[in-house]
T-cell receptor, first 117, second 119 residues
Framework: AQTVTQSQPEMSVQEAETVTLSCTYD???????LFWYKQPPSRQMILVIR??????QNATENRFSVNFQKAAKSFSLKISDSQLGDTAMYFC??????????????FGKGTKLTVNP | DAGVIQSPRHEVTEMGQEVTLRCKPI?????LFWYRQTMMRGLELLIY????????DSGMPEDRFSAKMPNASFSTLKIQPSEPRDSAVYFC?????????????????FGEGSRLTVL
């Protein structure tokens, strides 16, 4: 079974600064997806960024980027130029990739990020 | 698109009562997932459907929980009888098939959740 570990229950950062959230996972699979989801106080889960394991290039989405280390099974999220609206719970998640189908998304316990003015 | 729609947003009930949570997935999505979120256990998958058929219900805690998907646009999660330990936020999410190769992007689209409190 796959597991996802987020070792930082809480983090804080000053507005405009950069912060990195850590995530490690355990799997014997070779083909999979990794995700970071954001859950603001409004509660709705929003996809931040996605990485496919077969792609060596790290995914980026505007101020959000990942450092994907497949051999180390590490998938950290870097938020640059932090904004107050980035305050939220951030969940790292894993999904096995299969042809013509879907598998469940396995989540880490989350990291609560607070951006301070 | 309206996104995944869940109802009710909040439900407060007494122990022993029946609770029904509802979900309307995004039109065209063929996978539907029910997750439960608590402080202690985080986000747990309860059950998921493909084309209205349950694929994996191994996360359903016990027989008090049941889920149905009578058609592509509607699903329910029922708890009968409810207990205080069922208090949680219940999320519904949907996803869709992309690309001719049939390989999914994997992204799940979540509803806003239903917060259940059982007294």
């Amino acid at each position: 079974a796959q597991t996802v570990t987020q070792s930082q229950p809480e983090m804080s950062v000053q507005e405009a600064e950069t912060v990195t959230l850590s995530c490690t996972y355990d799997t014997s699979e070779n083909n999979y997806y990794l995700f970071w989801y954001k859950q603001p106080p409004s509660r709705q889960m929003i996809l931040v960024i996605r990485q496919e394991a077969y792609k060596q290039q790290n995914a980026t989405e505007n101020r959000f980027s990942v450092n994907f280390q497949k051999a180390a099974k590490s998938f950290s999220l870097k938020i640059s130029d932090s904004q107050l609206g980035d305050t939220a719970m951030y969940f790292c998640a894993f999904m096995k990739r299969i042809q013509g189908g879907s598998e469940k998304l396995v989540f880490g316990k989350g990291t609560k990020l607070t951006v301070n003015p | 698109d309206a996104g995944v729609i869940q109802s009710p947003r909040h439900e407060v009930t007494e122990m022993g009562q029946e609770v029904t949570l509802r979900c309307k997935p995004i039109s065209g999505h063929d996978y539907l997932f029910w997750y439960r979120q608590t402080m202690m256990r985080g986000l747990e998958l309860l059950i998921y459907f493909n084309n209205n058929v349950p694929i994996d219900d191994s996360g359903m805690p016990e027989d008090r929980f049941s889920a149905k998907m009578p058609n592509a646009s509607f699903s329910t999660l029922k708890i009968q009888p409810s207990e205080p330990r069922d208090s949680a936020v219940y999320f519904c999410a949907s996803s869709f098939l992309t690309g001719l190769a049939g390989v999914r992007t994997g992204e799940l689209f979540f509803g806003e959740g239903s917060r259940l409190t059982v007294l």
